[in-house]
């Protein structure tokens, strides 16, 4: 990792819950609300990408070092709709638990535009309720690993192979204990 000081002035974000709480799943505590609230993810995605500008720049694209201002849409939806998603773009059926839909043109980047839009991502709240019970994580601990799973993927991060994955992991797990929330721990 080296760093080199480049700062991020801004994230604009669309941000949208467009699912129903299962019967079953009571917010039992004030923390757990943050992961549906706008302001929480733009500062999120915002420390994110500084981080990975600054300390993962041989993993980014060059394109998107100088950039100050970048551009995403996030959405956490239900089974149904996810699976719509999957099947409709990745000819896949079923749920799954993220979906990521990166739009960088390199044709924006040459025009040297102050903000970059990055892509969306989409994140089904019903499979991180199941997979936060498989892997023994808070629901919240989960989304926002999906999110940071997203976001890598928006970003050109692959994992087509085991080394791939278990970068692409380590990434997400630095990233996640830089955020310092007691709720994720």
């Known amino acids: 990792m080296k760093y080199k000081n480049n700062y991020v002035e801004k994230i604009e974000l669309v941000f949208k819950k467009a699912f129903q709480i299962p019967p ?46 970048f551009s995403l849409s996030f959405e956490i939806i239900d089974d149904l709709k996810i699976s719509k998603l999957n099947q409709k773009w990745l000819n896949k059926s079923g749920p799954t638990d993220v979906l990521s839909f990166p739009i960088i043109s390199h044709n924006d980047l040459q025009n040297n535009l102050t903000c970059v839009e990055l892509g969306d991502i989409f994140i089904s709240f019903e499979m991180a309720i199941k ?3 498989e892997y023994n994580n808070s629901v919240e601990k989960e989304v926002i690993w999906l999110a940071s799973h997203g976001l890598l993927h928006l970003l050109g991060w692959d994992h087509q192979d085991h080394n791939q994955l278990e970068n692409m992991l380590n990434i997400q797990e ?8 007691e709720f994720i721990n």
């Open 24 to 69: 079953n799943y009571f917010i039992t505590n004030s923390s757990q609300n943050i992961i549906f609230e706008e302001n929480f993810w733009e500062n999120t995605f915002l420390q994110w990408i500084q981080i990975l500008i600054n300390e993962f720049q041989e993993s980014v694209p060059n394109s998107l070092l100088n950039k100050k201002s």
């Open 131 to 133: 997979q936060s019970l």
């Open 174 to 181: 630095y990233l996640i204990s830089e955020l310092n929330n």
